[in-house]
Each structure stands twice: as C-alpha cells, then as structure tokens.
C-alpha cells in the first residue's frame, strides 16, 4: 500500500508541471494584462512600461515562467497583482469558506440522495419511483443562480426569515447560529444539484447490484429484504458512487462559482472570478495549481478508500 | 466487517474535524464588539454599513487603483483637499493654501492633525510623500500630472542623481511651499492635491522611511496600516466581500460619532433588496448606484429616502479617425443615434445629453455649442455625401459590465443600421477591450469617463496621448491643450478650452452620448450621512444612525 502511494505521488508531479505549463500558456494568452487594465488617463506609455518591466511583464514567456517555477519550489507563490499581499494568504483566508460551504452541501446532498436512490430502486417502476426520478431531474437541470435568485426573494426579502447573503452578520462572526443561518440558502442551492445527480446514481447502481446472484442465494437463505438491500446491496452498489465523489471534490472547490458570486460568499469562486477580470497571474496560477492538485489528490484518494470498500481490490 | 465500519467511521470523523477546523479559521477579529455598543448612550447603533457593487483592490494610499479603493484610502488617510458635491476644494489635511506669484504656493497642515500613534503630522511627512512618489522604483500612480513641480522631469519622476524633490521647500513643522516651473492654475495644482484626482496621501514617513521602496507596495504597513491620518482605520480588508473600518478617536477633525464603518461587497441587483432589508444602510453611489429599473421600488420602500445623483461622469464613444476617416461619416453617426430616446426610455430620464468632454455642470463647459440632434435624414445625407461604401462593416466594441451602456449600445447600433450602416455588435470583458482599444482595433468603441475637476483633456485628445483611443491628431487642438496646460489665468483658459470643445465638436474623434445620475439612497435611521458621488465622505466623522 505504502509503496503505492509513494509511487502515485512521484507520477503526480510531472503531470502537476505539464499542468502550470498549459495553464501559464493559456492565461497569458488571454488578451490584455494587469498594467493596462487600471490605467488612468494621466499615465503616460513610459509609465506603463515600467510598470511592466516591474511586475516582470516585459520578460519572455518562458522566462517568467521558470520565474514563477523557481519561486514555486521556495514555497513562494508571488504576491497579487492586484491587492499586493502574499497569493498563499489569499487563497488561505478563501479555502474555509468555500470547503464550509460545499462539503455541508455535499453531506446534505448525499443524505437526501442515498435514501431516495434506494426506495427508488427497490420500488423500482412505482409512483415513488417515477417522483423521485422525476424530482431529481428538476434538482440537476434548475440553474444555481435562478434557484439561488430565488431563495433569497422568498426567505430573504418576503420572509425575512433568512440573510440574503454574506457568511456572517457584521459584527456577529464568531455567532455559530447566525454562521448556521447564513449557510442554509446557499447550502440548500448546492445540495439540489448534488442530491438530484446522486438520486440517479444510486438507484442505476443499486438496480444493478439487485439483480446479481449471490442477492438471490442471500433471499433463498430467508435473509430480510430490509437486510438484503441494506447489508449485501448497497455496500456493493456504493463503490461507482465513491468514484465519483472523489472526483466531484475538486470542482466542488471551484464549482461553487455561481453560488458564491449570488450569496457574496467570500470563496475561491468569487476570487477565482475576480482575479480573471484583474487578470492578476500569479493569483489565477495559484487557484490552478491547487485545482489540479486536488484531482490527482482526490483521485488517489478515491483508489486507497476502494481497498477499504471492497477488500478484493489489493494495491502493491 | 467490523474493521471497514470503524475505519469508515475513522474517515468520517476526521472529515468533520476538518470541516470544524475551517470554521474555526474564518473567524475574523471583532474586538470592540461588547463596548462599542454603549459608547453613543442610548438610541444610536455602532455600525453603519455602505454597500458598493465593485470588489476593492489595494488600499494603498498612493497606488489605489480603483474608485472604491481610491474612495476608502482617502478615508484612512487624509488627501490635502476634498471635492465636494459642487466640485469646489474642501480644505482636509490642509488648512490653508495661498499664492501670490502662481508660482509659489504656501500650505499649512491642519495644526491639530495628527497620525493615530499620537505623532504630529509635519512637513517631514509631506517631504517624504513626494519624494517617495518621484521616486521611480516605487509602484505609485506618481506625479506625472504634477510634472510641473520644480525639480521633476516629464514623467514627474525625480531627476538623475537627485534624492528629493527640490520644488517642496519645508518653512517649519507645519508649513511648507510648493514651487512650480512656470505659473499654473491654482485650481489644477487644487485638483491633483484632492482626493478622487490624484493618489497623493500623506504617508508617516516615521514608519515607513526606512523601508525598500521597491517592495514598499508588498509591506504590511501599506497593506494593512496600523498607522494612518484618516477618520477611521482598517480592521479588515477583504476586498471581494467586505471592508471593515474602526473609529480613530484621536481624530483631528473631530472623534468620529459612529464606532464602526462597513463597506459591503454586494451585485449591483441586491442593493435595492438589501437596502429594504436593511441588511446595507446606504450604498456609495460612485461605485454602487441604485439600478436605474429599482427607482420605483426605492421610491415605495418606507425605510428609505432616495437622493438624485448629479451629471459627473459620462458615456461616450470613440471613432476611429482611420478607418472613419471622414468628418462627415462622423457627423452622420452623431446625427443618426436617437439620443432622448436612450434618455427617456433607457434612463428614466436620469441623465442629459452632452456632445463633448465636459457635462453641464463642470466650470469650463461650452454652452454655445449646441448639441448634434437626433435627425436621420440629415445623417443619410451627410453619407451620401461623403460617398461612404454602406457595404463596408463598422465594427462597435462594448465592454460587459454595465448594463444600460449594453441595451444603449444595442438600440445605437439600430439606429445606424436604420441610416444605411453596416454595423456589429462584439462585446468584450474589460482587459481585452482595453487592449483592442490601445490597438486602435475597432471603428467604434464604447468607453466610461470619469468626471475631472481639471478641464485639462490632453490625455484624451493630444497626438498619441494613453487615452486617445480614437488615434485623433490635430495639431491646432496640440498647441491649444499645451497652452491650456500652462495658462495661469482662468479667465485665458476658459476661452481656450471654449475653443477646444468648438473644434472637437466638428473634427468629432469622440461623441458623448450621456451623463447618468448616480442614484443614491439612505436609510430613513440614518440622521447624518448622504450619499454622492464625490465629497460623500467629507464629513464621515459625523455620520450617525438610529437604532
């Protein structure tokens, strides 16, 4: 086991550089730049050009390449083109709220997947079937922004019972009911999409868990049904759905976009969205490589918890 | 089996540890939160809170960047002057400003100002802050406007071999005199010392003179300074969602009445709702107006009051003078926009029209020029005329942001199609429209402009100028902006830049379409505070709310 972790992780740092090369490749393509964005009408172009050849802009490609390479394996990620402070004090204060946010909505998700999947399943072609698969159809296919939208006409502007926004009532941060109020909307948008997908999964992998043979013998035995499905089936028919949960995480981290930019939640979405229009590299490098770090990261994950789930499966 | 579950539950348990673990680290500092409270007695709350549409960069004080920033930053650190609302100089960390010469201007700072560390504000500090904005290795938006200064060169950077700027001579702690090359306009050198024209703020040079300047920008004291002039100080910035600001009791103009400010990071749509909500209790209108299709809601809320906004900034549009190389092809555009419409329909009615640089209410607008009327007929001419190929395709950029400049662009873009043009609409995010902009890579092109106390346009209009999007040379508009530049007299300005917006108005290498009010609104709870676009902050320390 050991030896194969170690090994997954020395294949993951070629792929990780090919990565920031593209990723580098492809920002600085993208027209305009930093400098050229905020000026105002009083700079003059030899201004302008100082300002570049200050930020490195004037370099070769490659050149700030291997620049921002070198930095990288002193553990600097450079500093915001445009707040200035340090891009790994940024994406720190960003990284909490966002996995806050979309863990809670992925945990709720999958609370309302699972059980729907499984009456689903089980009544397979009943009324409850073709509500719930018709349920989760509306949950995947409804925008997050009109669902979000939404909500916080309701509760927040009708009702009132709930913010419309933000992570916390100024003044009230460390309020851990007000915290919980301001998560439930933006929780509840997330957790839709999620739960409406995942009531798919389960029900197609547990019809066809269902269907094998040694659930047959298990009825023949005289097992309970209740067992049956629960014991024997569904530890079989969670293996598919393991897989893509792990590789839901890493764009559950850059995912939340839309709903972060609708609730002002203060994420890696709306900095990641933000530092687009800026065009601020050094931050838009950094979101990057952490995305890419957490596929392979959850990817490597998914394969170590297989051999938890179904002991057949042996790394070496 | 037994084993799985526990190591499931092992998994499961670290998961939520995790998650406990990044609640934990979002919780931001709210230290006075018992006391302040009580600190007004009875019936007035601590906290007012200003929503804003823009996320805010930077509050360096002399490298802000954006309004919202340059707005806050001038809150944190006092400018010498303030425009207010009339656009008249409002005296802030200067108490005094006199001349006799044009030439050499003698400045008091306020005898009472002080930095939030108890330290008097002194000329030293003054020195320091134009010397470090000469200086130039250090990331400043500089003193190119203000090359005029005795001892800078032309881009307002300090000259060879020298280490301070020559032409700030200290008289003691609190006087000191700005000597100029040649008389200037007391009301340019005004303007570029205020706060939304130029990024000079004070700095305390007791803090901050012993560091690089070339990392000056990247230096906690600039990013989160502990040590500033302004009614209030930074508790937190997080510029995508919320600024935090804390009264500075020691302030010279008076202890602010209110203990904490918040500006909130809000999409423009949710300040109306917010507002209703109270959630916000005013918004900025400079960076945040009221949408012009809330007016009516604002209008019927109970708890709030609305307040106009004024004509300061501008929509325009740029031609290109190469490729619509033709005076009256210009003109035909100009005649061909149905511009009340885009007024009445579009606006509510919040806005006016103006042809040139300058809206109604600026000092040096031209009111004999009368403005291009909507007439399709004399525009179909006017391209006959110019023997103008109807074929060939006129391409309109429009940056996306701002709503009503895309429908305006749109119902434009009909109009000249209705005159025989043959246009397309290519929006662009902000960067790449600049960038095609520079290049000249567009026949027309949408832009915003911001109000300048100044009446100097040279950026926008000189040959080859940052601004001169339109790639417009006139060498009789050259000579009239250099002399407009350099005339010490109002009265002598005044007629040329008369003459500037005669000869613009004909060579039309841009045509405004409209300047929009800026609505603001304010919690009915709010007793002192208004919002404007600019002097909106004059009297912060004022500000109080009800409960």
């Known amino acids: 086991m050991v030896p194969y972790i170690i090994r997954r992780l020395f294949i993951a740092i070629p792929v990780l550089l090919g990565v920031t090369v593209v990723n580098f490749i492809i920002i600085n393509m993208a027209p305009g730049n930093p400098v050229e964005m905020f000026v105002d009408p009083n700079t003059s172009q030899e201004l302008i050009n100082l300002r570049k050849e200050q930020l490195g802009l004037n370099d070769p490609l490659w050149v700030q390449f291997f620049h921002w390479l070198g930095n990288l394996f002193q553990g600097n990620l450079g500093y915001s083109f445009s707040t200035y402070e340090p891009v790994t004090k940024i994406i720190l204060e960003r990284v909490g709220p966002t996995f806050q946010l979309t863990i809670l909505a992925l945990i709720v998700g999958l609370l309302i997947a699972v059980p729907i999947g499984i009456i689903s399943a089980v009544k397979q072609y009943s009324k409850l079937d073709y509500f719930a698969t018709g349920t989760s159809f509306l949950g995947i296919s409804i925008p997050h922004f009109f669902m979000g939208l939404g909500l916080i006409y309701i509760f927040a502007v009708q009702l009132q019972w709930l913010p419309a926004g933000g992570i916390a009532t100024l003044g009230r941060e460390d309020d851990f009911f007000d915290k919980v109020r301001h998560l439930i909307l933006p929780v509840l948008v997330l957790a839709t999409g999620i739960a409406g997908q995942y009531v798919r999964y389960v029900r197609a992998s547990l019809l066809e868990v269902l269907g094998q043979d040694y659930l047959r013998t298990a009825r023949a035995k005289g097992l309970k049904e209740i067992v049956i499905t629960n014991k024997h089936a569904l530890k079989n028919a969670l293996i598919p759905i393991i ?74 | 089996m037994k084993n799985v579950k526990i190591k499931f539950l092992t998994i499961f348990s670290l998961v939520l540890l995790f998650l406990s673990a990044c609640s934990g680290a979002d919780e931001t500092s709210t230290a006075s939160k018992e006391k302040g409270k009580e600190s007004n007695g009875a019936g007035f709350r601590d906290t007012i809170v200003v929503g804003i549409s823009n996320a805010v960069g930077a509050l360096n004080p002399i490298n802000a960047k954006d309004v919202g920033a340059m707005n806050i930053a001038s809150i944190l650190f006092d400018p010498f002057f303030e425009v207010d609302e009339n656009t008249e100089f409002q005296f802030k960390l200067a108490e005094s400003f006199e001349t006799t010469d044009n030439q050499a201007f003698t400045m008091k700072i306020n005898s009472k100002a002080n930095w939030t560390d108890g330290k008097p504000i002194t000329t030293e500090d003054v020195k320091f802050t134009f010397d470090t904005l000469a200086n130039p290795a250090v990331q400043s938006t500089g003193l190119q406007t ?35 090359k040649q008389p200037v ?26 560091k690089d300047p070339a990392t000056l920008h990247q230096d906690p ?36 009445k209110t203990e904490k400010l918040f500006f909130k990071v809000i999409p ?35 708890n709030v ?70 007439d399709p007929k004399k525009a179909k001419k006017l391209i006959e005329e110019s023997g103008w190929d109807k074929s060939k395709p006129i391409r309109i950029n429009v940056p996306i942001g701002n709503q009503v400049r895309e429908q305006a662009s749109v119902i434009i873009a009909e109009n000249l199609k209705a005159v025989g043009f043959n246009v397309q609409i290519q929006k662009f995010d902000f960067p790449t429209h600049m960038q095609k902009a520079g290049k000249h890579d567009f026949d027309i092109m949408f832009l915003g402009i911001p109000y300048q106390v100044d009446p100097d346009v040279s950026s926008y209009y000189s040959t080859n100028a940052v601004f001169n999007f339109s790639d417009y040379s006139n060498p009789e508009i050259d000579k009239l902006l250099s002399q407009g530049q350099l005339e010490p007299s109002p009265e002598k300005r005044k007629e040329i830049y008369n003459k500037v917006q005669e ?29 404007k676009q600019f002097g909106m902050f004059y009297n912060v320390q004022d500000w109080v709310i009800e409960k």
């Open chain 1, 243 to 316: 897989t893509i949960i792990g590789l839901e995480i890493p764009f559950l981290l850059g995912g939340a976009v839309i709903t972060e930019q609708v609730f002002q939640w203060p994420g890696m979405g709306q900095l990641t969205i933000q530092s687009i229009m800026s065009r601020d590299y050094p931050t838009l490098m950094a979101l990057n490589l952490l995305t890419a770090f957490m596929v392979l990261f959850a990817n490597l994950f998914t394969d170590i918890l297989y051999s938890f789930v179904d002991p057949r499966i042996k790394y070496k």
């Open chain 2, 146 to 180: 203000l090359n005029v200064i005795e001892g800078l060169d032309d881009k307002g950077h300090l000259a060879k071999g020298e280490k301070s700027v020559k032409g700030i001579e200290i008289v003691d702690d609190k006087t000191f005199i700005i000597h100029t």
């Open chain 2, 185 to 210: 306009d007391p009301n340019f050198l005004k303007a570029n010392l205020s706060n939304s024209v130029s990024n000079i703020r004070t700095l305390p040079s007791h803090i901050l003179k012993d």
């Open chain 2, 221 to 256: 004291a600039m990013l989160k300074p502990t040590v500033s002039s302004g009614a209030y100080t930074l508790v937190d910035l997080k510029g995508e969602t919320q600024v935090e600001l804390k009264a500075n009791p020691g302030y010279y103009r008076g202890a602010p």
């Open chain 2, 268 to 302: 423009q749509a949710n300040i109306t709702a917010q507002l209703q909500t109270g959630e916000i209790d005013m918004n900025d209108p400079s960076i945040g107006a009221i949408a012009i299709q809330d007016i009516e809601k604002v209008k019927n809320m109970a």
């Open chain 2, 305 to 374: 009051d609305i307040v106009d906004g004024k004509g300061y900034d501008y929509q325009e549009i740029y031609l290109n003078i190469k490729t619509l190389n033709d005076p009256k092809v210009r003109q035909a555009i100009a005649y061909a926009i149905n511009r009340p419409q885009i007024v009445e329909k579009l606006l509510k009615g919040k806005a006016e029209i103006i042809d040139g640089p300058y809206t109604k209410l600026h000092p040096y607008f031209n009111k004999d020029i009368k403005n291009y009327d909507y």
């Open chain 2, 503 to 531: 000869i613009l108005h004909e060579d039309l290498p841009t045509l405004s379409l409209y300047s929009d009010y800026k609505l603001g609104a304010v919690s009915k709870k709010v007793k002192v505070g208004t919002p």
